[in-house]
């Protein structure tokens, strides 16, 4: 056998031909030998022709699409590895591809930096594999598991997307149904029939604008950066989350009050501009919840093993019933347009990311407390 | 074309007011007679003032659900049919609501042609039931004044 080379030679699959090119050239400039190929059965030609380590394969494209590509790849190569490109409505075209062993996915837009780093990975892999059959066979075993692991919980949400986007989809189905039907009718006159299309068209855009903020705060929610860990001065966080919505708070006759209980080590190692998001959410709820008029306390505390933010509100607490579904990803109490009920979800993702947890005073008409702890050190 | 098809009494319930407005312009399009209700309580209360042939009712409401709703309307209007609205996760509670007494479901984004079929037949099912609850009731009172 061959010594493996020491940079991955890449093959790059996508139907798009300028994403195909300028993605190519990139790749060479990052020093991986990089071929590409715009459709699966030239893909399957430039592989029985020439050494691949990895194969970068988009799940859709026109005629072969990328899973009978990969289902292809891994019956004449089943060395080589494949990494998927997916678009978000494709999650779960990437399940069905786990059944064929694929490396890895990542969703599109790609970003070249983990782009190469999943590249490695699998090269990595690869090479593992042509040393130690049994060890990489456990080791394999594992990356599957961890994959099916992610895949499902990202099942579960893509079950919830789906359902959330078929809220407006039935709007767009039912608007242009009834279009059409107002079109045929050979009674309609002329400003009927606009009057109609207008009627129609202005809903099926609110739904389509509904659908649009749907996959992006999904976007958002997938695409949770990895944590950028270092001292972090609760203290200081607080004051500037204060400070960042006061003046709408304000606006609805509510004050927000900083305070850090006496004798508290404000400092903490984490991730403060992840910690900064989770906390002005809760901070906002707080003002949505109370309306108008009120008070929201933000309180640093803790003890020495762990710090905690409280954000203290005065509003009417949360109904009983709703208290279990809080964190549910597309929960929400608001009006349509006004929350996406994906902020508590995406908090409690980055806080327990980052080793803590997010817990709930509920005073059903007295107010609500939610309660951010951390640990001091990471991990 | 001409529709010799007889006019269905339906009542939407669903608290999604497009869906809910342009769906009702469709049915009323294809001859129906429709009344809309975009919460629980007050399609009970729209049911209470008349009934109607079908209730489409939406399984994931705020305030009370649609299985909540569908219990009372069997409890207070047992004749009435209801095909229940389910999303894409609520399948299984769907199986529940035909388990309670709905009649049937449909996925939404619906077919219609599929939801007409589906009203029509919960339609003529309540027809048939009626006319059995009719029978019955004139037996009943042939056997009391047989009694006398």
Known sequence: MTDPPARPR??????????????????????????????????????????????????????????????????????????????????????????????????????????????????????????????????????????????????????????????????????????????????????????????????????????????????????????????????????????????????????????TKPGTDCSIVSDSYQLRQVLLNLVTNAVQAIGNDGRVGIVVGGDRSEAQIEVVDDGPGIPEEHVERVFEPFFTTKEEGRGTGLGLAVSRGIVEKLGGRIEVDNRPGEGCTFRLVLPRQRG | MLKMKLPIDILVVDDEKDFVEMLSLRLEDAGHRVRTAFDGDSGLAALDEAECDVVLLDIRMPGKDGITVLKAIKIDHPLVEVILLTGHGTVDTAVEGLKTGAFDYVQKPAKFDELLEKLEDARDHRAEHEKRVRRAEARALMRHSGDV
């Open chain 1, 10 to 259: 890449v093959l790059l699959v996508d139907d798009e031909v300028d994403f195909v090119s300028t993605l190519g050239q990139r790749l060479e400039l990052r020093g991986l030998p990089t071929l590409t190929a715009t459709n699966g059965p030239d893909a399957l030609d430039i592989l029985d022709d020439n050494p691949v380590d990895v194969v970068v394969l988009d799940v859709r494209m026109p005629g072969m699409d990328g899973i009978e590509v990969l289902r292809r790849i891994k019956e004449r190569h089943p060395r080589i590895e494949v990494v998927m490109l997916t678009g978000h409505a494709d999650l779960e075209t990437a399940l069905e591809g786990m059944r064929f062993g694929f490396f890895d996915y990542l969703t599109k837009p790609v970003q070249l930096p983990q782009l190469v780093e999943k590249i490695e990975d699998a090269f990595r892999r690869r090479c593992g594999e042509q040393a130690d059959e049994h060890e990489v066979f456990t080791d394999k075993l594992q990356q599957h598991m961890i994959v099916a692991d992610r895949l499902s919980s990202l099942g579960e949400l893509a079950a919830s997307i789906a359902h959330e986007i078929n809220n407006p989809l039935a709007v767009i189905s039912e608007s242009a149904g009834w279009l059409r039907s107002v079109a045929g009718r050979e009674s309609t006159t002329k400003s009927e029939l606009e009057a109609s299309c207008e009627r129609a068209l202005d809903k099926i855009e609110s739904a389509i604008d509904r659908a649009v903020r749907i996959s992006h705060n999904f976007l958002r929610f997938a695409r949770a950066p990895d944590a950028i860990v270092r001292e972090v001065d609760l203290g200081a966080l607080a004051a500037e989350v204060g400070d960042l919505t006061s003046k709408t708070a304000a606006n609805a006759g509510i004050e927000i009050e900083v305070e």
